[in-house]
């Protein structure tokens, strides 16, 4: 049976994380500084140690994923990567004394935050979204999706040909242009609020069902309808693919800037409390 | 009309078929049509879209409907065809050309903008990659931590090692993004200046730069005693954690030391003290233990120390609820009628016989003179007042003889023999009712009632007073932040029948309501701080002493 990065080892990495957490956790309930809960107790630099260390071992796999040399699969470094992160979560913000200000210190733990929420929402798109993409997609490609379309569109034309004109320019409207992408919302929200096809559809079923059109006229209508309901379909289904990708791949563009961007404000913060200790 | 139209398909290099057509027909309809004269199949073109009519070489062409064509560039409903005219009809383009004899009318017709289906249905990169869309990840990392090392490393470094720029950069306080949390309210002075107390880079915050400011402070301990080498000020003094500057006031900070306090300090006479809920000794005020010394000693309460005052005072008379005669009348004491607080309001002002008991308790000796009174004082001014009330009377006396037998004595004569026998008996009268007067004030019903009174071959003499000012000397208990609790809840003074009673609660009377640093849910937290002071030892603190 496939075993996830998740399930690593009967979730040995989770265990590990809960584990650290909970001790932090324990460590500062039982903590009675004579100031406030703060970085700069004895328990506020041991948390802070064991987490810039852990950030820079968590960005170690980042430089390891890309070293194609080994042939070792990287699931359970992953696995660790998603669980040790997860906990970072809870010692960073213990190390912090919930002492939050605008400041270099919480510029840095604000940034540990995008990072670590945008690896939880790699992580979950990564558990859930490779079946919806499967079972969208119905094993067919999207190149496939987008030329059966390209054919729709080419049957549709020369059905609408011989109708009259409103039609006609709608269904051509529709077909002039290949209505998916755009901007990135519109990618990523999975719909065309402007969608020509439907716009063509709706008109076709206003249309009234008797009276002025001929049997001739009446078979092609309907052939046209049924082009386009399919057209409709696929061009949903594409949709949702090219958001399901972009949802794959958006929060890599934080989650690694931002994690360059912490370790910079890492170093400022470091050399902010030495400097002025 | 005859008409000839050319239908013009380019190939690629520019290379053109023209397919030509011949018609004889009163109108060329212009259309998608499958039936429409010059058929245009593309679903840019109307099914029905303009028609060209005429006869004798005037031709014109006109738009059916509102749709729309453009002659010669113009977009017009109708328009005059002549040779070189061009009118657009959707993608098409359609050119008059002159007509070869027997043709009235010559068309070229041509798809001038070919529809790309296939452009139109192409997936593009811009579709599928987001990158696209964003911007490049590395732009965004490099420009953002330069911004960060510029903002949050090399302005403050460079700020905090110049007073020049920081100066400069003052409106700006670069080093404000440095600052870990609000500074204390005591400190605020010297907020914006943080090179004030951080002089050394990545060096901890030393003992001069408190003392530099802090000069009078005294040490904590005895540095004889103890070594003190080594400690930093900043270890118990926390700033940068909010208004109030941080300061160690856990009990544990007082227990480290004193729940095993000999074994720091062999000599102590302190008892060892733990947790305020469970390990806190009974409280030891200090009393005098004897008397004639008097000798002074700090006893537990429970040994039940007793109070060696030398005065006598029943609480419990002078509390009686259905109240005491006095000379105003009948009138019912509470504790306030005697003890009034201090202008603190932390302690009780000293009871004073003028002012408390002698309202009552007036100083009169003779029956015959109620209105005489004698001083509360020392006995041999006692004794001058009574003998000088006395002298009073007998001369008295001895001017209503005088004025009944008149004597001419001249001053520097000798007194008659018979006068001077008066006057010896004048003298031993007053001495007598003095004596009698001394024995009486003196006594069980006058000052012995609450001093303790002895005769003594030269005299009366009273023994001296001790009254406690404090009790505790080594804590310290306000009044004032308790006066919502009754007297009698803490002092047992309603049933005290001697003055002997130390009228002191013990410390389960404060457990009562005081738990401790952790106490339970229904307790007040108290430190060691709330009762006690910390130490401080009577030298000054030096740099030197304490910094390595």
Same mark, same amino acid.
């Given at each position: 049976m496939h075993e996830s990065f998740l399930t690593y080892r009967g979730f040995l990495f989770l265990k590990v994380a809960s584990l650290a957490g909970i001790l932090a956790v324990a460590l500062y309930m039982g903590h009675a500084p004579?100031?406030?809960?703060?970085?700069?107790?004895w328990l506020g630099y041991g948390l802070g140690t064991v987490s810039v260390f852990l950030i820079f071992w968590l960005a170690w796999f980042g430089v390891r994923k890309r070293r194609?040399?080994?042939?070792?699969?990287?699931r359970g470094w992953l696995s660790a990567h998603v669980y040790l992160g997860s906990a970072l979560l809870v010692l960073a913000t213990l190390h912090t004394g919930?002492?939050?200000?605008?400041n270099v210190h919480t510029l840095a733990y604000g940034l540990m935050l995008l990072v670590i929420a945008s690896g939880i929402f790699g992580t979950v798109a990564y558990a859930r979204l490779p079946r919806l993409v499967a079972d969208n997609r119905g094993r067919r490609t999207l190149e496939a999706m987008v030329a059966e379309i390209s054919s729709l569109d080419r049957e549709a034309r020369q059905a609408a040909m011989a109708l009259d004109d409103k039609v006609n320019a709608m269904v051509f409207a529709a077909s002039e242009?290949?209505?998916?992408?755009?901007s990135l919302w519109r990618i990523l929200s999975?719909?065309?609020?402007?969608?020509r096809t439907s716009a063509c559809i709706a008109h076709l079923e206003s249309?009234?069902?008797?009276?002025?059109?001929?049997p001739e006229e009446g078979a092609i209508l309907g052939t046209l309808v049924r082009l386009l309901y399919r057209k409709r379909e696929l061009l949903h289904r594409a949709r949702l693919d090219l958001r399901y990708q972009a949802l794959l791949d958006i929060w890599l563009h934080i989650h690694i800037p931002a994690t360059v961007l912490l370790i910079v404000a890492l170093v400022a913060h470091v050399v902010a409390v030495f400097f002025f200790w | 009309m005859r008409a000839r139209i050319d239908q013009i398909v380019r190939k690629r290099r520019g290379l053109a078929d023209v397919n030509e057509r011949d018609l004889d027909t009163s109108a060329l309809r212009i259309g998608r049509?499958?039936?429409?004269?010059?058929?245009?199949? !593309?679903?840019?073109?109307?099914?029905d879209h303009a028609v060209i009519e005429g006869e004798d070489g005037r031709f014109e062409v006109r738009a059916v409907g509102d749709a729309i064509i453009l002659v010669d560039g113009q977009p017009n409903s109708v328009g005059m065809l002549r040779p070189g005219t061009r009118v657009s009809i959707g993608p098409y383009e359609l050119r008059v050309d002159e007509p070869?004899?027997?043709?009235d009318l010559l068309i070229a017709v041509e798809?001038?903008?070919?529809?790309d289906a296939e452009a139109a249905a192409a997936l593009t990169d811009e579709m599928r990659v987001i990158a696209h869309h964003l911007p490049g990840r590395r732009l965004v990392a490099w420009t953002l931590s330069l911004v960060i090392l510029a903002l949050f490393v090399a302005l403050p470094v460079i700020a905090a090692l110049s007073p020049g720029a920081r100066e400069a950069t003052k409106a700006f306080r670069p080093l404000a993004a440095w600052n870990s949390g609000p500074i204390s309210n005591v400190h605020r002075t010297i907020a914006?200046?943080?090179? /004030?107390?951080? $002089?050394?880079?990545?060096v901890q915050v030393e003992n001069a730069q408190c003392l530099a400011?802090?000069?009078?402070t005294r040490q904590h301990a005895d540095p004889k005693m103890f070594d003190? #080498?080594?400690?930093?000020?900043e270890s118990c003094h926390?700033?940068?954690?909010?208004q109030r500057l941080a300061?160690?006031?856990?009990d544990g900070f007082c227990t480290g030391c004193h729940a095993s306090i000999a074994s720091f300090a062999?000599?102590?006479t302190l008892a060892a003290v733990g947790?305020? /809920?469970?390990a806190h000794p009974e409280f030891r005020p200090t009393v $005098?233990? !004897?008397?004639?010394?008097p000798v002074f000693a700090r006893v537990s309460l429970d040994a039940k120390p007793q109070e060696n005052s030398n005065l006598r005072f029943p609480h419990d008379k002078h509390l009686k609820r259905e109240g005491l005669r006095t000379p105003t009348g009948t009138v019912t004491l509470t504790c306030a009628n005697c003890h009034t607080p201090d202008p603190s309001g932390a302690t009780m002002m000293p009871v004073r016989m003028e002012a408390q008991c002698g309202t009552c308790h007036?100083?009169?000796?003779e029956r015959r003179f109620p209105d005489w009174t004698v001083p509360h004082g020392e006995p041999d001014q006692v004794r001058r007042t009574i003998a000088g009330l006395y002298s009073q009377v007998a001369l008295a006396e001895r001017r209503e003889v005088d004025r009944a037998q008149p004597s001419r004595q001249r001053p520097g004569s000798e007194l008659s023999s018979e006068d001077r026998a008066q006057r010896e008996a004048d003298r031993a009268w007053v001495e007598a009712r003095t004596e009698e007067a001394m024995a009486t004030t003196f006594g069980a019903a006058g000052c012995g009632l609450c001093h303790m009174t002895e005769k003594k071959p030269e005299g009366w003499a009273v023994k001296p007073v001790h009254v406690a000012s404090q009790f505790m000397q080594k804590a310290r208990f306000d009044h004032a932040r308790h006066?919502?609790?009754?007297?009698g809840e803490c002092h047992a003074?309603?049933? #005290? #029948?001697?003055?002997?009673?130390?009228l002191l609660p013990g410390i389960e009377t404060c457990r009562g309501c005081h738990g401790g640093d952790?106490?339970?849910?229904d307790k007040v937290a108290s430190t060691c701080l709330s009762c006690h002071a910390f130490h401080t030892h009577a030298s000054p603190i030096r740099a030197a002493e304490t910094v390595k």
């Open positions: 004579m100031d406030a809960p703060n970085g700069g107790t194609y040399s080994g042939v070792k699969p990287l919930f002492q939050f200000g605008w242009k290949l209505q998916l992408g755009g999975g719909r065309e609020p402007a969608c249309l009234p069902t008797k009276g002025g059109i001929g | 049509s499958g039936s429409a004269e010059i058929h245009l199949a !593309d679903p840019r073109v109307r099914l070869p004899p027997g043709i798809l001038v903008q070919p529809f914006e200046n943080c090179t /004030a107390c951080h $002089v050394k880079p990545f400011c802090h000069a009078a003190l #080498s080594g400690l930093r000020c926390k700033e940068h954690n909010g300061t160690r006031a856990d062999p000599k102590t947790p305020f /809920a469970r $005098v233990s !004897d008397p004639a010394g007036t100083l009169g000796f006066t919502t609790v009754g007297c003074a309603q049933t #005290s #029948s001697s003055s002997a009673d130390l952790k106490p339970e849910a």
